[in-house]
């Protein structure tokens, strides 16, 4: 067999190596990303699922990295509008913790440094008459309210998954790079099929080592190369409970440790709140949020509503490990955010880039660094440089602002559906949510109901266009499904997702015959 050549092999299929697969492709350039798991299954899905310059950055003069992330916010907000949209936040002020002053200084700043135009800027709040004060105790009279924008992040990786294969890149899911060595000028990659355990070798121009907290890992035992660097796992965690309140406010609160934590309103009926921020030293397979994590978000957030929050009322928590390029700092709060590009090109051989750290907002500018860093080298890899920032992600091709609009459409063009499952369908596909719904007259048209508003025409999109293989696929990641749905359901969707990838293996396996 031929081994196939491309010119640029990934390994990590996150935000970043997505990111930096759709890019490359849209330039012209033979792509191929292999992901052990599911797509953005381990930290680009266990985010607080903001697009923001992080308002806490400030105060430790991470200018740089606050202005990259709050240029980019309108400009992944215009290519993205289903997935991503704006919310106002409230950052109360409380006695004894950051003063007044140096909180509207920060604003000030972050209204003025990262070029907003759509977005609105910061107000002060009396919080003592005004409603956004009602869900709260013990806080000053003074709040003030600011602008960051929502994202729905696992689907907005694997929209980038999806534009790269429109664009002829070779996406692999559950599929391990087992090994990577320089070769006659090129990297000879072997990757192996963690369900099938086939093996298949392709030759790349250049190797991009995206796997997030397994980075220092593909390099030691993949690559067999010394890490350029130092690596910080930061484990941050997450609790969803019942919503707390009625309106769409976000709050960012202060906590006495120096912390901030978020209170986000989460898929209509919940409240999602986080995150923690602590050194990681157990084993990247199993990262889950710790019972003391879990407390303590309880305990921070029950200081501040008047309702008081305990462990059993968390409905589902998700944990996820940063990567972070270890800059020295004294705790995991103060570690730097800003991603690290390391090129290994020694005598002239086969580029390895390693991706250290980085947000989800500033993944598109990571992808055109790292593009960029490469054309150094293949001088043709230049060619229609910054296309990302225009073009927008599947589903998303209509204009800001415009999800409303759309769910309304579709509401009348398909009169069985109700206001909030148009609006998820918008949420989550946006223009794609019609090529789910198709020529459908009635709910019963979509095929089963598996709970949680999730039919067999959605399953069936997820699947074929999606990478999907099994239900937490579904249910966890591109949707959120799984909070509304039973254990039983959810099981029920497994065995049925089962089935019908043994029905479509058998003309495969005859024809192999």
């Not at 994202?151 to 559950?174: M, Y």
């Not at 409905?315 to 004294?330: H, I, M, P, Q």
Request: net charge neutral.
């Amino acid at each position: 067999m031929t081994t196939r050549r491309f010119d640029l092999a990934i390994i990590g299929g996150g935000i970043n190596g997505c990111g930096i697969a759709r890019d490359a492709a849209g330039r012209g350039l033979g792509v191929f990303l292999c992901e052990q798991g599911d797509l953005g299954s381990a930290t680009s899905s266990a985010s607080t699922k903001l697009i923001h310059g992080g308002l806490r950055y400030l105060e430790h003069y991470d200018f740089k990295l606050v202005r990259h992330a709050l240029t980019e916010r309108e400009r992944l907000w215009a290519i993205a509008p289903h997935i991503i949209w704006p919310l106002r936040f409230v950052l109360p002020h409380r006695k004894g913790l950051r003063p007044a002053w140096m909180l509207r200084l920060g604003l000030f700043i972050y209204d003025h440094l990262g070029g907003r135009k759509m977005l609105p800027g910061t107000e002060t709040l009396r919080l003592t008459t005004n409603p956004l004060g009602a869900p709260l105790h013990d806080v000053s009279s003074v709040g003030f309210e600011y602008s960051d924008c929502w994202v729905q992040d696992n689907r907005l990786v694997v929209l980038n998954a999806r534009d790269a294969r429109s664009k002829g890149a070779d996406i692999r899911v559950r599929t391990r790079c087992t090994e990577a060595r320089r070769e006659n000028g090129e990297w000879l990659v072997t990757v192996q099929d963690t369900e099938t355990g086939e093996q298949e070798t392709i030759r790349a121009r250049a190797l991009v080592n995206a796997a997030g907290p397994w980075v220092d890992q593909v390099l030691s035992s993949t690559v067999k190369l010394k890490a350029p660097g130092s690596l910080r796992l930061v484990q941050g965690s997450h609790i969803v409970v019942d919503k707390l309140y009625d309106h769409d406010r976000c709050y960012i609160f202060q906590n006495p440790d120096g912390r901030i934590f978020f209170s986000i309103p989460y898929e209509e009926d919940f409240t999602l709140i986080g995150t923690t921020d602590q050194d990681f030293k157990g084993e990247l397979s199993n990262v889950r949020a710790s019972e003391k994590e879990i407390a303590y978000l309880c305990e921070a957030a029950s200081s501040y509503f008047s309702k008081t929050i305990a462990p059993g009322d968390v409905v589902w928590s998700y944990s996820g490990v940063r990567a972070l390029f270890d800059n020295g700092a004294e705790n995991a709060q103060k570690t730097t955010r800003d991603y690290v590009l390391a090129v290994d090109k020694e005598n002239g051989a086969a580029p390895l880039l390693s991706v250290f750290g980085g947000k989800i907002t500033t993944f598109r500018c990571l992808a055109e660094d790292a593009l960029e860093r490469l054309a150094a080298i293949f001088p043709d890899w230049t060619r229609h440089a910054g296309w990302t920032a225009t073009k927008p992600l599947p589903g998303g091709d209509f204009p800001v602002g415009g999800a409303g609009t759309l769910a309304t459409h579709l509401r009348r063009d398909y009169p069985f559906l109700s206001e909030k499952e148009a609006r998820r369908l918008v949420k989550h596909y946006g223009t794609d949510a019609r090529i789910i719904l198709g020529r459908a007259k009635s709910a019963a048209d979509l095929g089963r109901d598996f709970g949680g508003s999730l039919t067999e025409a959605e399953v069936l999109f997820l699947m074929q266009r999606e990478f999907t293989l099994c239900a937490a696929d579904i249910v966890w990641r591109r949707t959120k499904s799984g909070l509304r749905m039973t254990a039983q359901e959810i099981e029920a969707l497994d065995l049925w997702i089962t089935e019908l990838r043994k029905d479509m293996a058998k003309p495969l396996m005859k024809q192999a015959g």
